[in-house]
């Protein structure tokens, strides 16, 4: 199973958006509406902030979004924040229970 | 409050074998299974597999598959993950989080560093 394609890093300033993609294959992303985001901070857990593609946790900021269209989803996060500084990483469905994740985006906010 | 309590530091040397645990706390329902996840050193992260609630269904990732046992005692609550031949190159930190739903994984424990030398 091989991981989903992020970019290594993006990078935004304060109050702008940025937007994530995840690309995977038609066995995986395409396959399954089931992608979902996690953000870690430096030496913590990671934290889910996306589930089925576009929802939000309860107590996740709204300035989070997810969407997908074939075998690429993307997360937006709007009106940047400094506390948004951190690493993000898409996971997706790929049958038989099984999960492949995203190699991981670096985000910067300038 | 739902939380998930991981094992503490392990150093381990090449070929032995190493089994975390992970004890929940607060959750309500207890169907739902577990999944692990590790994070080598400045890397990001990769699944690993999942275990059952009811200790079944384990399912592993092809590159663990061998290696790697995943189990649950729901009497304490603790889900266990083996890891055996341990090369350097399984030095991580082990995070298992709980499968709230299918591909999502929350909570999460606070993570269990291994580390393997010769």
């Known amino acids: 199973q091989s991981a989903l394609t992020q970019p290594a890093s993006v990078s935004g300033s304060p109050g702008q958006s940025i937007t994530i993609s995840c690309t995977g294959t038609?066995?995986?992303?395409?396959?399954?509406?089931?992608v979902s985001w996690y953000q870690q901070h430096p030496g913590k857990a990671p934290k889910l902030i996306i589930y089925?593609?576009?929802d939000r946790p309860s107590g996740v900021s709204n300035r989070f979004s997810g969407s997908k269209s074939g075998n690429t989803a993307s997360l937006t996060i709007s009106g940047l924040q400094a506390e948004d500084e951190a690493d993000y990483y898409c996971?997706?469905?790929?049958?038989?229970?099984?999960?492949?994740f995203g190699g991981g985006t670096k985000l910067t906010v300038l | 409050q739902v939380q998930l309590v991981q094992s503490g530091t392990e150093v381990k040397k090449t070929g032995a074998s190493v089994k975390v645990s992970c004890r929940a706390s607060?959750?309500?329902?207890?169907?739902?299974?577990v999944t692990w996840v590790r994070q080598a050193p400045g890397q990001g992260l990769e699944w690993m597999g999942r275990?059952?609630?009811?200790?079944?269904?384990?399912k592993y990732a092809q590159k663990f598959q061998g290696r790697v046992t995943m189990t649950t005692d729901a009497f304490t609550r603790t889900a266990y993950m083996e890891l055996r031949s341990l090369r350097s190159d399984d030095t991580a930190i082990y995070f298992c989080?709980?499968?709230?739903?299918?591909?999502?994984?929350?909570?999460w424990g606070q993570g269990s560093l291994v580390t393997v030398s010769s």
């Open positions: 989080a709980r499968e709230w739903r299918l591909n999502s994984f929350d909570p």
């Open positions: 607060g959750f309500t329902r207890t169907s739902q299974g």
């Open positions: 275990i059952g609630a009811d200790n079944r269904n384990a």
């Open positions: 038609s066995s995986d992303v395409g396959a399954y509406n089931s």
């Open positions: 089925d593609v576009s």
């Open positions: 996971t997706s469905y790929a049958g038989s229970i099984t999960v492949v």
